[in-house]
């Protein structure tokens, strides 16, 4: 074990060996890359995870978490060296293997065209469970995962919560005895991700079953009983939580600013500073994890500035970054030839996105009802809201992608249903789903959508040269885009819908599936971008995403539930016994309707005529 590798509750090797449910011995792994040294997607990883207990690995892109969880569920073979799961060999014992896991990639392969209990008959069938106990172990499942008032609905008809707790439960149909769970939770909302970590710990607590999760969660990773850390296809570090977090002792900060709703002016001077590993806002507050217990250099990072620093209890996202070597250049956004920025004249007053009792029918269904909200130029927005609430359809008749049915929508000043050409124009869009043609390559696809977006000659080339260096997208120039890193994937989409330099900026989930160092990354160049005058329009399901918004609207059932700046949504749960609750709580106690509808109500209303007013 390497001194990195904090563990301090392990015992001895050969315990954690006798009892393993699933163990890694010496394994590697390449991939062949034609006229290239083939790539080391996992180097000598060692390792164990037990029964009765849940087993986190995390880890940036590329640093091999679903290498190692498919070969595990041997759908990969190692290049060397062994794993073995139920004393079983990866390899040899395959078949066997799969009869006794369960396992749910992170894009579960349900059938769209079937229904909720078609889906889990058709994975009862593959998996050879007796007619005689279905019936028990359906009503079990449906019960657990809250779909037995679906059973009749198609899958694709699912919101994406509703998907991932069917896909659990197709990997649950023949009792495992091991479940693998390859990013469960990604694309899902607070409410979702906390139902389905309640159906985990329910299988480990009454069917002592062992869990070996990755996640792009690092508070899921905090609830795991022990958590290994791979990067670049080593294993970094293992251990329990709180190991993590108690080598972090006197090293975090909160940095409060004098106006408390206005913390992105601290965090855009920190991040990158000497001294400071990283910053993020937290609940109106900047989150700084420093280098040493010294809070000199933070001070001085600090200087001129209205704000205060405050001591705070390190947590285990806090120790990650720390442990994570900073030598890649995290953080370091570039600033390439040209703006990033469309170039539209006017103030900040200007609302450049207006809607009107928008509505949206699928048949006889209300997918959006009544919808009214403005945006201001140079403003980040924020739209909310558990799976099914709305989002992505409003964001669709945003973008001139989908027809309202009925209401009023203006886009830089054009009416969609009358001049809909001249506003896509001035927009620029990122889908929710990787939506460039993976079989080109990087400068094909830039090359592609400038020309789409009605660049040229000599602009087309600066354009794209700015693309490269603005998103560090250089050593992948050549390579086809499925072939990507995750994050990548992301800086490419971004760069493809900023090439004509839109006023407007439409992004659907863009950080979903990426890992925190892409995450921070991807707001600090937003950030950039809204200071240029672009006007941001986001949707995200990581909740201290929302933090960043200069306002935001959450909805629910295609309905607004509360609009204002991430202050003033906190301000509607905040009680004697939650004094300073965060956008998490505020989002389930809005979505869960345990907040008061007087409160709500005021608090809408008011944002609505400051919607009219100045947001500068």
Avoid at 163 to 179: T, V
Avoid at 504 to 529: C, K, M, Q, Y
Wanted: hydrophobic share 40%; proline share 4%; with cysteine.
């Amino acid at each position: 074990m390497t001194d990195a590798q904090i563990n301090d509750d392990q015992g001895t090797k050969a315990d954690a060996q006798e009892q393993a449910i699933l163990s890694a011995e010496c394994v590697c792994k390449e991939f062949a890359v034609k006229g290239k040294p083939p790539v080391q997607a996992l180097q000598d990883i060692s390792l164990h995870a037990l029964k009765g207990r849940v087993t986190g690995l995390v880890g940036a892109d590329g640093a091999g978490k679903t290498t190692l969880i498919r070969i595990a569920a041997g759908l990969l073979v190692p290049t060397s060296g062994r794993v073995t799961l139920l004393g079983l060999d990866s390899v040899a014992d395959s078949l066997e293997i799969q009869s006794r896991i369960g396992y749910m990639p992170q894009k579960f392969g349900l059938y769209q065209d079937l229904t909720v209990i078609e889906n889990m008959e058709l994975y009862a069938d593959l998996q050879g469970v007796p007619g005689a106990e279905r019936a028990h172990r359906y009503d079990r499942l449906l019960s657990m995962t809250d779909l037995a008032k679906y059973t009749k609905r198609r899958a694709g008809a699912l919101s994406g919560g509703m998907k991932q707790k069917l896909g659990l439960a197709c990997a649950l149909i023949k009792s495992p005895e091991l479940l693998l769970l390859d990013e469960p939770t990604v694309g899902v909302d607070p409410i979702s991700r906390r139902e389905l970590w309640k159906i985990v710990y329910e299988l480990v607590e009454q069917d002592n079953i062992g869990v070996f999760v990755s996640t792009a969660y690092l508070d899921e990773a905090e609830r795991c009983s022990y958590v290994l850390v791979l990067h670049q296809g080593k294993l970094l570090a293992e251990g329990n939580p709180e190991s993590f977090t108690g080598r972090m002792k006197d090293r975090v900060s909160l940095v409060v600013p004098a106006q408390a709703d206005r913390p992105r002016h601290i965090y855009t001077r920190l991040v990158g500073s000497r001294g400071i590993v990283d910053a993020t806002i937290r609940s109106g507050r900047v989150r700084v994890v420093r280098e040493d217990t010294s809070e000199t250099q933070l001070a001085a990072a600090l200087d001129g500035m209205h704000a205060k620093i405050e001591p705070a209890e390190p947590n285990f996202e806090d120790a990650f970054m720390a442990l994570i070597p900073q030598t890649e250049g995290h953080f370091q956004v570039g600033r390439g030839e040209g703006e990033g920025a469309g170039k539209m004249q006017g103030s900040n007053d200007d609302i450049v996105v207006n809607t009107r009792e928008l509505c949206k029918l699928f048949g006889d269904f209300q997918a959006v009802k009544k919808l009214s909200f403005s945006v201001n130029r140079g403003e980040i927005f924020g739209l909310l809201g558990p799976n099914g609430a709305g989002k992505s359809t409003t964001f669709r008749m945003l973008c001139g992608l989908l027809p309202a049915t009925s209401g009023e929508i203006s886009v830089a000043g054009h009416n969609l249903l009358r001049s809909g050409a001249k506003a896509r124009a001035r927009l620029g869009y990122m889908a929710q789903q990787f939506s460039l043609y993976g079989q080109l390559s990087t400068l094909e696809n830039l090359s592609f959508f400038g020309k789409v977006y009605g660049l040229s000659g000599k602009r087309l080339k600066q354009r794209i040269n700015w693309a490269f260096d603005e998103f560090g997208l250089g050593q992948w120039r050549d390579k086809a885009a499925f072939a990507l890193p995750g994050g990548y994937k992301q800086r490419l989409a971004m760069a493809a819908a900023l090439l004509h330099e839109p006023d407007i900026l439409f992004l659907d989930e863009p950080t979903s599936g990426v890992d925190p160092f892409a995450r921070r990354e991807f707001w600090l160049r937003i950030n950039s971008f809204a200071e240029q005058g672009v006007t941001v329009v986001v949707t995200t399901h990581f909740m201290e995403e929302a933090e960043y918004c200069d306002r935001m609207l959450i909805m629910s059932q295609g309905e607004t539930l509360a609009m204002g700046t991430p202050a003033e949504i906190r301000d509607l749960v905040r009680s004697p016994q939650n004094p300073r609750p965060t956008m998490d709580d505020a989002f389930i106690g809005l979505a869960e309707g345990t907040v008061d509808k007087t409160s709500i109500a005021a608090g809408t209303a008011g944002n609505e005529e400051m919607a009219q007013g100045d947001l500068s």
